[in-house]
């Protein structure tokens, strides 16, 4: 159980929360909502006990299982598959046991034989309480159903793309909340941001079966409507205007009409109020031209201002970062090509001899199952890595903007303003500031780490860098991830009318609508096709 005591959080001096009390509990299954910047991961990570509130308490009691967005720390040596079976402390038995195993082949002194035969019984009992080859087994299905390949869990971690880890991290919290075995109720309380990201629809469709039938308790923060609509039955929202958070007790259809109807009463409350407080006021104002009426037409102002005082507050409709990508730079017919890109990680082929040409004002669409190489040629694109063979080419005038996924670009331990200055060292500050407004940012802000915004202001914040570029060639890794639906409309917007060319990797099949692609490129093999609204379907599925 998690008990959360008169809460505080602030980001700066600006409160996100303040005096909320809040519950998991076995049986739960919360969604934290609100627009990007009100503080839901921030919230989760409190929760969690990975951050401090401003104020008041927080208890937690059993175990839980937590899922940043951007998992960056830990071991990256770690083969994959042992970071989840390290869940259950599987990995280091396993480990212990082959080398006892090693150790026993090559022994002749019967009794150092004996004892590293009692040394391995010890241990394969311990194996075999956790669960043992079932729970291997167990593991291994997990990972399948989230895409994780046994080739990619066989592979150091630091060899994973941004998304193969996130799902590591998915399939090692969920294997911890899987150990009471079936049938069995799990304790673990899972918190768990943005978990769809990165995630197939196969893979998004046996999550919501899991989390559905979890018993442990959940807090998720989504902008999947449908996996909020299959499996929450409570619901948090955090209002950034009022720096409160609502509880609702019931499901996510259930909210949406509550919440609807909520605002509804409020505005005709205080539609009325505000109408028979202007009638005294007005009479006030009368009253106060005579002497002897002085007293009673303050009195009289004074239950005016009462009567506004006691009224809810209505929502104060949420600011939208206003996305335009830039005005791309004069370029030559092809500003980008590649010949024979080939791509390996130890001995791991991701793809290889792939060829393409970004003619100026492209749209191309690259599409391939998870772990094809999506991402990896994208960042070969881009600059960001090296191939093993192959070679770009630049055009006449090429001049590239890249978006990453996991927000690589922006310098986590740098400020708001120093990233975007560092995106545009030549462009004006007040312009730079502007820019920054119209994407949200102001104030104190500007002074805040990289690195503690949410998902959603670091994809916003990486958006307002590639703005400021002048790009002529765009190259975008999931633009969509981590935004709210308002959010999401305006980078669906901004890509509709922008003028110049776009290499786009999405599980969004609304991005590819608004991109309107004239090519696909299919990984691993690198084939070139004109595209079919058939391909479509194949978005969700890459």
Known sequence: MITATNIELRAGSRILLSEANLRVQPGDRIGLVGRNGAGKTTSLRVLAGEGLPYGGDVRRTGELGYLPQDPREGDLSVIAKDRVLSARGLDQILRDMEKVQSAMAELVDPKELDKA??????????????????????????????????????????????????????????????EAGVGAKSSTILLIDEPTNHLDADSISWLRGFLKSHEGGLVVISHDVELLEDVVNKVWFLDATRGEVDLYNMGWKKYLEARAADEKRRRRERANAEKKAGVLFAQADKMRAKATKAVAAQNMAKRAEKMLAGLDETRVADKVAKIRFPEPATCGKTPLMAEGLSKSYGSLEIFTGVDLAIDKGSRVVILGLNGAGKTTLLRLLGRMERPDAGSLIPGHGLK?????????????????????RHAAPDTQEQQLRQLLGTFLFSGEQLDQPAGTLSGGEKTRLALAGLVSSAANVLLLDEPTNNLDPASREQVLDALRRYQGAVVLVTHDPGAVEALEPERVILLPDGTEDHWSADYLELVQLA
């Open 117 to 178: 035969v009692t040394r391995y019984g010890k241990l394969e009992d311990r194996f075999s309480s956790l669960g043992g080859y079932a729970a291997e087994s167990e593991a291994a299905r997990i990972c399948a159903n989230l895409g994780l390949a046994d080739r990619i869990l066989a592979q150091p971690l630091s060899t994973l793309s941004g998304g193969q880890r996130r799902r590591v991290e998915l399939a090692r919290i969920l294997f911890a909340a899987s």
């Open 400 to 420: 590239v903007g890249y978006f990453a996924q996991e927000h690589e670009t922006l310098d986590h331990d740098a400020s708001v303003w120093e990233n975007i």
